[in-house]
């Protein structure tokens, strides 16, 4: 491995990534957000030893109007961590998400060192290109969002850039899309070849969009800093990695502890006394704003319920989603199953004439076709061998 240079501790280059962040989103509080970035992530105690911070798209949630509370608050957050990674000598990389989203916001990020004169190496990338950083003697490639329609367009001309800088690999890879590993087979959305881009990058690749935290060898995918939605129960929060001389990396998942909670609760055939039950068991020890969602049937207690367990249990957030379960078919195989087979006789070659004998008598009466039926049989079994 070739020595990154200007590291903190000399043959230790580290860095932390997230995306995903979502400032400005209408169900989970901006000021939450901040407040969860700056106790576990952005704060002197994790950046003091942190050569580079990135930040891996969607940092913004929407289009913002500038006089809003929100911006303040996200506003200030930048301006604090700039001067923060300028003090602790942290160099940060942005790359561009999701346009619905970023909307090229994180503009705000180099407008501010330029306005205010604050000395931090920063770089925000809103095109697919290719860094030399000197500082640390390395190559980034970014790859935003959507740069083209079709990823095998974006993966050719990424293939040409390398060529440009004459390069076969570049050292790290900070991008925001997907890798055909990410998404269901179902979701009809482009996807990046990871074991192709895994051949162009040397080191790690950084990558945001999919909310779900993953990682693939070298490919790290902290999914979004906090929950957003329902769907999102799993752990939120960012990479801590360091990579050493000998080409050895420790890589951590470190949890954003403090993430707002979403939680999804089954109510289908519960009666109201069952209901409130399961609700005041699932909100003891909430923190105030948390999230429920309710899953029912239209015809269920829950639904002409909700406005009393709103009125009860104020501090939470209340959802109700009424949808009809769909009774599931049993198979030919699961329905035999469900039949108590020790009522039958079982059917042997000493009890087969018996049983038949019995069913004759219900279809005629006749004793001579009943005796010529018999007869048929045991030439039948006759030339059966058991």
């Given at each position: 491995?070739?020595?990154?240079?200007?590291?903190?501790k000399?043959?230790?280059?580290?860095?932390?990534?997230?995306?995903?962040?979502?400032?400005?989103?209408?169900?989970?509080?901006?000021?939450?957000?901040?407040?969860?970035?700056?106790?576990?992530?952005?704060?002197?105690?994790?950046?003091?030893?942190?050569?580079?911070?990135?930040?891996?798209?969607?940092?913004?949630?929407?289009l913002?109007?500038?006089?809003?509370d929100?911006?303040?608050?996200?506003?200030?957050?930048?301006?604090?961590?700039?001067?923060?990674?300028?003090?602790?000598?942290?160099?940060?990389?942005?790359?561009?998400?999701?346009?619905?989203?970023?909307?090229?916001?994180?503009?705000?990020?180099?407008?501010?060192?330029?306005?205010?004169?604050?000395?931090?190496?920063?770089?925000?990338?809103?095109?697919?290109?290719?860094?030399?950083?000197?500082?640390f003697?390395?190559?980034?490639?970014?790859?935003?969002?959507?740069?083209?329609?079709?990823?095998?367009?974006?993966?050719?001309?990424?293939?040409?850039?390398?060529?440009?800088?004459?390069?076969?690999?570049?050292?790290?890879?900070?991008?925001?899309?997907?890798?055909?590993?990410?998404?269901?087979?179902?979701?009809?959305?482009?996807q990046?070849?990871?074991?192709?881009?895994?051949?162009?990058?040397?080191?790690?690749?950084?990558?945001?969009?999919?909310?779900?935290?993953?990682?693939?060898?070298?490919?790290?995918?902290?999914?979004?800093?906090?929950r957003?939605?329902?769907?999102?129960?799993?752990?939120?929060?960012?990479?801590?990695?360091?990579?050493?001389?000998?080409?050895?990396?420790?890589?951590?998942?470190?949890?954003?502890?403090?993430?707002?909670?979403?939680?999804?609760?089954?109510?289908?055939?519960?009666?109201?006394?069952?209901?409130?039950?399961?609700?005041?068991?699932?909100?003891?020890?909430?923190?105030?704003?948390?999230?429920?969602?309710?899953?029912?049937?239209?015809?269920?207690?829950?639904?002409?319920?909700?406005?009393?367990?709103?009125?009860?249990?104020?501090?939470?957030?209340?959802?109700?989603?009424?949808e009809?379960?769909?009774?599931?078919?049993?198979?030919?195989?699961?329905?035999?199953?469900?039949?108590?087979?020790?009522?039958?006789?079982?059917?042997?070659?000493?009890?087969?004439?018996?049983?038949?004998?019995?069913e004759?008598?219900?279809?005629?009466?006749?004793?001579?076709?009943?005796?010529?039926?018999?007869?048929?049989?045991?030439?039948?079994?006759?030339?059966?061998?058991?």
């Open positions: 491995m070739k020595m990154i240079k200007n590291t903190k000399k043959g230790v280059f580290r860095w932390v990534s997230l995306g995903d962040i979502h400032l400005g989103h209408p169900n989970t509080p901006t000021s939450l957000i901040i407040q969860n970035l700056n106790k576990y992530c952005t704060n002197d105690e994790v950046l003091k030893d942190v050569d580079l911070l990135i930040l891996t798209g969607d940092v913004f949630d929407r913002l109007q500038n006089a809003s929100e911006v303040r608050q996200i506003e200030r957050w930048i301006t604090l961590l700039l001067f923060r990674c300028a003090y602790l000598n942290v160099a940060i990389r942005i790359v561009e998400g999701t346009p619905s989203h970023d909307r090229e916001q994180s503009a705000f990020f180099v407008d501010q060192v330029r306005n205010v004169g604050i000395d931090v190496d920063i770089h925000y990338a809103t095109t697919l290109s290719i860094e030399h950083m000197e500082r003697g390395i190559t980034i490639l970014y790859v935003p969002d959507k740069w083209r329609n079709d990823n095998a367009e974006t993966l050719q001309e990424v293939r040409a850039l390398l060529k440009e800088h004459q390069l076969e690999q570049v050292d790290f890879a900070i991008m925001h899309g997907a890798f055909e590993y990410q998404l269901p087979p179902v979701v009809k959305e482009p990046h070849d990871s074991d192709i881009y895994l051949s162009l990058v040397k080191y790690f690749i950084m990558i945001g969009h999919v909310h779900l935290m993953t990682r693939k060898d070298r490919i790290l995918a902290a999914g979004s800093y906090d957003i939605c329902h769907g999102e129960e799993g752990a939120k929060g960012y990479y801590d990695v360091s990579l050493k001389a000998n080409g050895d990396a420790d890589v951590r998942f470190v949890e954003n502890k403090g993430a707002k909670k979403y939680i999804t609760v089954h109510a289908h055939d519960m009666d109201t006394k069952s209901l409130n039950v399961l609700l005041r068991t699932t909100v003891k020890g909430l923190p105030k704003g948390s999230a429920i969602r309710i899953k029912c049937s239209p015809h269920d207690a829950a639904t002409g319920d909700i406005t009393t367990i709103t009125e009860t249990f104020p501090d939470i957030i209340w959802t109700l989603d009424k009809a379960v769909k009774k599931e078919r049993k198979s030919v195989l699961d329905t035999f199953m469900d039949v108590d087979l020790s009522a039958f006789e079982p059917i042997t070659p000493d009890s087969i004439g018996r049983l038949v004998e019995d004759l008598a219900k279809q005629t009466d006749d004793p001579l076709i009943q005796a010529r039926s018999l007869k048929k049989l045991e030439e039948l079994l006759g030339d059966v061998t058991y």
